[in-house]
């Protein structure tokens, strides 16, 4: 159990065009989904808190009109990189918390997105 | 804010043993995971602590003192397929997880 998918696992776009990428949580309902990016050979940073029915919660220095954020059910969020640019290139990856958490493992990752901007 | 430090690299020969150190100053502490990720795919749960002391769990064990904010990793009788990256993350009081940037293991033949 406790599977969460991400799609498209990889997308290369051209600068100036907007990609959407989607979280799912397969087999639970997922109250927060958070969303994080992670350049190569550095950390997961994350990016923006996202609660079911309500506005995302993006971090310091996040633009929030840039990335949006739209979790319209328990078991789907997704991000929009509008006007993508060669910097935004990244790997994002999304992670669900369980609506019956109490495991101390209760934020299960995606497999994460490659985003390419060319 | 969050500053979780862990060394960039360590190599280490298979049947070995290895010990990845984690130190953390964060405003608030909810528990301590280590994740394994290897290149290009999502992080995989190892381990939790949330109170001091030592979790077993098979090959892996981790660590805990939270009044000298550290953490450690031992990885034992090392197999080839261990060569990733391992995360250490603090989670604070409202379930957000901050990561170290990953301690590269590799395991030699």
């Known amino acids: 159990g406790a599977v969460v998918s991400q799609h498209p696992s990889w997308v290369i776009c051209k600068s100036g065009t907007s990609v959407k990428i989607e979280c799912r949580s397969l087999?639970?309902?997922?109250?927060?989904m958070f969303w994080y990016r992670q350049f190569p050979k550095q950390s997961l940073m994350l990016m923006a808190t996202?609660?079911?029915?309500?506005?995302?919660?993006?971090e310091q220095g996040v633009e929030k009109d840039k990335f949006l954020i739209n979790h319209a059910s328990l078991t789907l969020s997704t991000l929009t990189v509008t006007s993508a640019h060669p910097e935004d290139s990244s790997f994002y990856i999304c992670?669900?918390?369980?609506?019956?958490?109490?495991?101390?493992?209760?934020?299960?990752f995606g497999p994460g997105t490659r985003l390419t901007v060319l | 804010g969050q500053n979780i430090d862990q060394p960039t690299e360590m190599t280490a020969t298979e049947g070995a043993i290895v010990q990845i150190n984690c130190t953390y100053q964060?405003?608030?502490?909810?528990?301590l995971f280590w994740y394994q990720q290897h290149a290009g795919e999502a992080p995989t749960f190892l381990s939790y602590?949330?109170?001091?002391g030592l979790e077993e769990k098979g090959r892996f064990s981790s660590f805990l003192s939270r009044s000298k904010g550290y953490s450690y990793l031992l990885l034992k009788e090392l197999q080839m397929k261990d060569s990733a990256s391992y995360l250490c993350?603090?989670?604070?009081?409202?379930?957000?997880?901050?990561f170290g940037a990953g301690t590269t293991v590799t395991v030699r033949a």
């Open positions: 992670s669900a918390r369980s609506a019956l958490a109490g495991d101390h493992n209760e934020q299960f």
């Open positions: 996202s609660n079911e029915g309500s506005k995302a919660t993006y």
């Open positions: 602590n949330v109170l001091d």
């Open positions: 993350a603090v989670r604070d009081g409202d379930y957000k997880l901050s």
């Open positions: 964060t405003s608030g502490f909810n528990g």
């Open positions: 087999d639970f309902q997922a109250t927060t």
